[in-house]
């Protein structure tokens, strides 16, 4: 599913550039598909951890803004409260890497087997009643492999949207290792992907979004944790757009090698007020969904960029 750029490789336009930069970025990528799927679990599992903990020791600017992010989710956590669950929280990013870099190489049994979802009722009655259904997520946990448990364990394809990344090349790596995992992944383009997931969902079809940050004009401010942030308009208007049901989802670790995850009841569309104003309110039922979940589980919200307004403003940052 669409990443949607929270600390992972670099975002752009995509216009095909292959600077010695960019190039490094495809490569390290490149050697992660090709090395670490071939690596002993235990290995694999040993190497992102200490991974984890290195990246964690030095301090950057991602576990920085990771605590911050976290301190606003946990308000009452003092300073050795707040390193604690930003150690767990780049174990668990970590981990979501070692998975994603060997997923292509598991069994749909072993697939099957990686993830246990809490009410999936409400997804696949959704789908039995032929009215399609958007699935909304947050960075937690791996929503790849909440992905590839829905084509695998379901049985049932869906659409997502990959934004662009640079260099190109890489995006080409993202877009072709989701689809070999069963999704259908359309280019992040505006209109043009907005009308193919409107015409996927009238047909009675999923499409799944990460969709807790979005800092672009089109964004809804909603309030989260306690301060205004900007959150994706498409779930809100493709539900109102196709009548699909609109189903928040949340995922996380539980120390088990075993993915756990709950689908929470359906967003409903107002009856009344304008599109904008239902889009908001929307919106803003999402984000209230996100936050029970990333309140539960804090250290498996994969958040390492900025995303309340208030973080962008002072420093004379756009989006």
């Not at 995509?14 to 495809?26: E, I, M, Q, V, Y």
């Not at 448990?149 to 049985?155: A, E, I, K, P, S």
């Not at 004009?217 to 306690?226: K, N, T």
């Not at 239902?278 to 919200?301: K, N, V, Y």
Request: charged share 25%.
């Amino acid at each position: 599913m669409s990443d949607g750029g929270a600390g992972g490789p670099g975002r752009g336009a995509g216009d095909g550039g292959s600077g010695p930069k960019d190039r490094l970025t495809d490569g390290l990528y490149g050697l992660g598909w090709g090395a670490v799927k071939k690596l002993p679990e235990p290995a694999a599992e040993a190497l992102f951890r200490a991974l984890a903990d290195q990246v964690w020791k030095r301090r950057g600017k991602s576990v920085l803004r990771l605590e911050s992010n976290l301190a606003r989710v946990v308000p009452d956590a003092d300073a050795a409260r707040l390193a604690e669950l930003s150690k767990a929280g780049m174990r668990s990013y970590m981990r979501y890497w070692m998975e994603s870099f060997r997923l292509p190489t598991w069994s749909p049994q072993r697939i099957k087997a990686s993830a246990k979802v809490h009410d999936v009722h409400r997804l696949t009655e959704g789908l039995d009643a032929g009215r399609g259904v958007i699935l909304a997520l947050p960075h937690l946990g791996n929503w790849d492999l909440a992905g590839a448990w829905v084509t695998t364990g379901l049985g049932v394809p869906f659409t997502t949207v990959a934004e662009r990344l640079k260099p190109e090349s890489l995006y080409d790596r993202f877009v072709a290792y989701r689809q070999g995992l069963g999704m259908e992944v359309l280019p992040h383009n505006g209109g043009a992907a907005f009308g193919k997931l409107a015409r996927r969902l009238r047909s009675g079809g999923l499409v799944c979004l990460v969709a807790d940050r979005d800092l672009s004009a089109s964004g809804v401010e909603v309030r989260f944790f306690g301060d205004t942030a900007r959150m994706p308009a498409g779930p809100a208007l493709l539900a109102q757009q196709t009548g699909a049901l609109l189903l928040p989802a949340t995922l996380w670790y539980d120390g088990t090698p075993v993915m756990q995850a709950r689908v929470h009841p359906a967003i409903p569309v107002p009856e009344s007020g304008t599109r904008r104003e239902r889009t908001s309110s929307m919106t803003q039922a999402l984000a209230d969904a996100f936050a029970a979940g990333i309140a539960e589980h804090p250290e498996d919200w994969h958040m390492l960029q900025r995303l309340w307004l208030s973080d962008l403003e002072p420093r004379g940052e756009t989006p």
